[in-house]
Every structure is written in C-alpha cells, then in structure tokens.
C-alpha cells in the first residue's frame, strides 16, 4: 500500500449556530471543509461546534487568519482560537484504514485491500485504498456522485467523459468500468495523477482511463478531446462557481454535468452560476448534508 502523506489541518471552535460562517471563511484556503459538534455537544442544543478544514499542502496561516477575524467582526464577537497542525502519515493513514469499510452506492461497491470477502452479487467491484490523493468513497460526496452515476447508467451508454479534480480517480474509473468508455481524469495535483493510474491498473481499467495534470479545464488534451458527453466535478462550491463557463464550453449540447463537494445550503448559488450558462437540473442527490448536482445542457447532441 502507498504511503500517506501528510496533511495540514486547521481547526477552530464557535457556537452552532455560527459555525456555517466560518465554514465559508475557510474554503478556498483548504481542500475539504466540515463542521461537527465537538465532544460531549450534540447536534440542536447551541453549543460548541468544531469547524475543520484539511489541507494536502501547508495551510497560508496569516490568509485564513484574516478570513476567519472578517466573519468574526461581522458577527460581532471575538475571535475564536485556531488550532494549526500537521497530522503526519501514520495518524491519518490508520484514520482513513480504520474508517474505511466498504461502501455500496447503486452498483459499485468500494473497498480496501483489506477487504477480502467477495463483493455483492452483480455489483461493479473497485479497489481503491486510503492514500496520498483525496477519495476512496466513503465521503457523502463522492457516495452521491456514484449514485448520479448509477442512475445514469439506466439510460444508456455515454463515451466520452472528463473527471475535472479527480483526487484518486474513483469517478473515471467507475464509468469506465461501468461502460468501458474513454475517460481523462484531470487534477493540479500531480500525486493525484499517479495515485489515479495506479488505481486504474489495479481495477483493469488503465486501457479506458487518460491522466492529465492541470487547474481547472487548462490542458490541450482536455480542450482537444471536448466535447463531452459527460463531466464530473467532486471539487468545491466556489471553485464549481467559477469553472462554470468552462464547463458548458467543454460540454455537449444535451450532455450531463455531475457537481459535488458542495454543502446543502451552497447548492442555490452553485445552481445559478451554471444555470445562466446553460445547464438545467435534472437530479439532487443529498447525503449527510452534503449535495451532488446532475445537470444537462440544453440542446441537443
């Protein structure tokens, strides 16, 4: 199994009803964010919410710092103390392993090299372990994106597809092994890209799947294979908000648009931005709080 790297955490504490606010101050500067009641607190009774954000690169300490002191002043309290760390690669490697059951979404099941017993009776099996790039399935996100996925699936067969941020790969890999159609999966994070391709050989699929590293929709292959019938976006509100152009750019007239990484209450302005270029929505997937988008563009292929 690869070694874990590193990650870089920040952390701060604020009353519930409060703590959706920080949430937004620390995206953009982490690449997840959550919030959860803090030990001894349950979810409803006003009080102490832990509000986290884990980064796979060093955290801008004096940027999040001023994001976090502008939301305190307009809420006119004080500022909350913030935990800076770095959770080294046997912590967050035994985390992720432990927490890492296997994971049923429609017909894909997930799971660890540790898993051993055969998988489900008609289910599409994928191997993807806990490692150095984001996503092995377990997170709301991802769970829904496999459902939008599956739920497509009952329609027909889509050829070309782009997974945009794709972390560990598990989207691409899944509709290429769905349909054994050609996939790109595209991440700025060059660990990402050699985490996906391994995963690829180990699920037999590296003949379907194609690795480029770069932000956003900016790669000559990417531009040069579009358009698509399919794009997956497991990325964050805002970066969707501003990828929105693009994305109908790259997308096909009647083609379909997967969004996640968003928060319940993110959806309305994630939906507006794509819907003034284009797109409509077909399907709303909500697990845990977090929301997965199924789009389609208008027109016709």
């Known amino acids: 199994m690869t070694a874990v790297a590193d990650l870089w955490r920040v952390a701060l504490a604020v009353d519930e009803l409060k703590a959706a606010a920080f949430e937004e101050a620390l995206e953009g500067h982490a690449d997840t964010v959550s919030r959860f009641a803090a030990e001894g607190q349950d979810e409803g009774d006003g009080g102490l919410w832990v509000v986290e954000g884990l980064s796979r690169h060093p955290i801008d300490r004096p ?3 001023s994001a976090v002191a502008a939301i305190a002043v307009a809420l006119g309290q004080e500022m909350p103390e913030m935990d800076f760390g770095r959770l080294e690669q046997q912590d967050w490697l035994s985390l992720n392993f432990a927490s890492f059951p296997p994971i049923r979404a429609g017909r894909f099941f997930i799971h660890g090299s540790h898993i051993t017993e055969a998988p489900p009776p008609a289910t599409i099996a994928l191997k993807v372990d806990a490692g150095t790039a984001f996503g092995s399935g377990e997170h709301a996100s991802t769970k829904g994106c496999l459902m939008a ?13 782009l997974d945009v941020g794709c972390g560990s790969g598990i989207l691409g890999l899944a509709a290429a092994r769905l349909w054994h ?4 999966a595209s991440d700025i994070d060059p660990e990402s890209m050699r985490v996906t391709k ?3 050989r180990d ?3 590296a003949q379907f799947l194609t690795t480029v590293t770069a932000p956003g ?7 040069r294979s579009a358009p698509y019938d399919l794009i997956f976006a497991n990325i964050l509100a805002r970066p969707l908000m501003r990828l929105a152009k693009d994305l ?6 009647g083609g379909v648009a997967v969004l996640a990484g968003l928060l319940e209450r ?23 709080g977090w929301a997965c988008l199924v789009l389609r563009k208008r027109g016709f292929p």
Do not use: C, F, W
């Open 63 to 65: 940027a999040v710092t």
């Open 149 to 161: 996925l599956d739920g497509l699936a009952k329609r027909g067969r889509l050829l070309n597809i």
């Open 181 to 184: 159609s050609r996939v790109l």
């Open 198 to 200: 391994s995963n690829a």
């Open 203 to 205: 699920n037999r699929a």
């Open 217 to 223: 929709y900016r790669h000559r292959l990417i531009k």
């Open 248 to 253: 109908s750019l790259h997308l096909k007239p």
């Open 266 to 288: 993110q959806e309305r302005m994630v939906l507006s931005a794509h819907r003034m270029q284009g797109l409509s929505l077909e399907r709303r997937i909500l697990i845990d």
